[in-house]
């Protein structure tokens, strides 16, 4: 099996159980287009511990006035203000900036005010609570469909199961529980023919620590699924809550900025410098080649001619079980080249290892 092809049996054996066939995945007719995103914002959150103003040229947002701002809570704790992005129906991503093993999971997050707060813990192998900088990005579509690439997300809880849900061709995405910690994520009209576009998962969690991963990926040109694991502090598979998005030829908060980009490291036990492929998992929207290079489990990422800012990175952990992933420093930017240095992923205890790992690199405009 090809190492591109990360179907998993689990993943299969749950769409078999729920009968998840092509059939079933009709994309919903008729439906006018919608303007997306309605609001988005990101930043990087370079002063955890105490309330700052993040750095300028890394934050960015649909508002018309304001910052972001940042406030530490309790220990790991920070509460980031979006200004004016007061909203429902939106998700978080977020993604530790740490050279330790460290990850970062969004807790909560909604309207205060004109605001939108959104609620960030970082937690040290084990599940110890820690203050870390982290990446951290908010966006909310509204249901509709537009033309041009796909993109679709998913706001789980257990409880209320699917809180917030975008289908850009206007499709129902569906969540189907397997063994506790499991879930089969289905988005409806976004298929392809061929492994395509890139994927993002955060815990959602408003308790302890959670940290979760693509476990698999499957598709065909009805659907994209794929099974979200998560699990505790250790190695205990948790009911917990996660976010999902999934963009193919366009960007992580659902725009279509002039420089993007986004890469499936499916081979992260490959030296290179390598082009992940098939193609569609590896987009530059200025047609660079996206090249990965590994060294001691870590994994440097270049995004050519996209370099700009403001800007935001965004990795998630692919079949690593109950590890982790996180960006071992901020990226740089120089002569239009983005560079990620490095994409590194751990395992439970936190021993760097070379995982699979999906990168994510947008620009505001």
């Given at each position: 099996?090809?190492?591109?092809?990360?179907?998993t049996?689990?993943?299969?054996?749950?769409?078999?159980?729920v009968?998840?066939?092509?059939?079933?995945m009709?994309?919903?007719?008729?439906?006018?287009?919608?303007?997306?995103?309605?609001?988005?914002?990101?930043?990087?959150?370079?002063?955890?511990?105490?309330?700052?103003?993040p750095?300028l040229?890394?934050?960015?947002?649909?508002?018309?006035?304001?910052?972001?701002?940042?406030?530490?809570g309790?220990?790991?704790?920070?509460?980031?203000?979006?200004?004016?992005?007061?909203s429902?129906?939106?998700?978080?991503?977020?993604?530790?900036?740490?050279?330790?093993?460290?990850?970062?999971?969004?807790?909560?997050?909604?309207?205060?005010?004109?605001?939108?707060v959104?609620?960030?813990r970082?937690?040290l192998?084990?599940?110890?609570?820690?203050?870390?900088?982290?990446?951290?990005?908010?966006?909310?579509?509204?249901?509709?469909a537009?033309?041009?690439?796909?993109?679709?997300?998913?706001?789980f809880?257990?409880?209320?199961?699917?809180?917030?849900?975008?289908?850009?061709?206007?499709?129902?995405?569906?969540v189907?529980?397997?063994?506790?910690?499991?879930?089969?994520?289905?988005l409806?009209?976004?298929?392809?023919?061929t492994?395509?576009?890139?994927?993002?998962?955060?815990a959602?969690?408003?308790?302890?620590?959670?940290?979760?991963?693509?476990?698999?990926?499957?598709?065909?040109?009805?659907a994209?699924?794929?099974?979200?694991?998560?699990?505790?502090?250790?190695?205990?598979?948790?009911?917990?809550?996660?976010?999902?998005?999934?963009?193919?030829?366009?960007?992580?908060?659902g725009?279509?900025p002039?420089?993007?980009?986004?890469?499936?490291?499916?081979?992260?036990?490959v030296?290179?410098?390598?082009?992940?492929?098939?193609?569609?998992?590896?987009?530059?929207?200025?047609?660079?080649?996206?090249?990965?290079?590994?060294?001691?489990?870590?994994?440097?990422?270049?995004?050519?001619?996209v370099?700009?800012?403001?800007?935001?990175?965004?990795?998630?952990?692919?079949?690593?079980?109950?590890?982790?992933?996180?960006?071992e420093?901020?990226?740089?930017?120089?002569?239009?080249?983005?560079?990620?240095?490095?994409?590194?992923?751990?395992?439970?205890?936190?021993?760097?290892?070379?995982?699979?790992?999906?990168?994510?690199?947008?620009?505001?405009?």
């Amino acid at each position: 099996m090809r190492a591109s092809r990360i179907v998993t049996r689990r993943l299969a054996a749950l769409i078999g159980a729920v009968g998840l066939t092509t059939g079933l995945m009709a994309a919903a007719a008729g439906v006018a287009q919608a303007s997306v995103p309605d609001k988005w914002g990101f930043a990087f959150v370079n002063d955890p511990s105490a309330a700052s103003t993040p750095i300028l040229n890394h934050q960015a947002g649909s508002w018309t006035a304001g910052h972001v701002t940042s406030h530490p809570g309790a220990v790991g704790q920070v509460f980031v203000v979006f200004p004016h992005l007061a909203s429902k129906n939106g998700v978080v991503h977020v993604t530790a900036v740490n050279p330790n093993a460290v990850w970062c999971q969004a807790q909560k997050w909604g309207p205060v005010g004109v605001n939108e707060v959104v609620a960030v813990r970082c937690y040290l192998p084990g599940g110890k609570p820690t203050f870390s900088q982290f990446d951290v990005l908010y966006t909310t579509s509204t249901k509709g469909a537009f033309s041009g690439g796909a993109y679709g997300y998913v706001h789980f809880q257990p409880g209320p199961s699917v809180v917030a849900t975008f289908n850009s061709v206007g499709a129902v995405n569906t969540v189907t529980a397997g063994p506790v910690g499991e879930w089969v994520v289905t988005l409806p009209g976004l298929g392809s023919t061929t492994f395509a576009g890139n994927v993002q998962v955060t815990a959602a969690d408003p308790g302890g620590a959670a940290k979760c991963e693509i476990g698999g990926w499957a598709f065909n040109s009805g659907a994209q699924r794929f099974l979200v694991r998560c699990y505790n502090g250790g190695t205990t598979p948790l009911k917990t809550g996660w976010s999902l998005s999934y963009q193919r030829d366009r960007s992580i908060f659902g725009g279509v900025p002039k420089e993007f980009a986004y890469t499936f490291n499916n081979k992260p036990t490959v030296t290179g410098p390598y082009a992940p492929v098939p193609p569609a998992v590896n987009f530059n929207s200025l047609h660079g080649v996206n090249t990965i290079t590994q060294s001691g489990g870590r994994s440097l990422v270049r995004f050519p001619r996209v370099g700009t800012l403001p800007s935001t990175v965004l990795a998630s952990p692919v079949k690593i079980g109950p590890g982790f992933c996180n960006l071992e420093s901020p990226f740089a930017i120089g002569g239009g080249i983005v560079l990620v240095r490095n994409v590194v992923c751990f395992t439970a205890a936190g021993a760097p290892k070379p995982f699979a790992s999906t990168v994510t690199y947008t620009a505001a405009h």
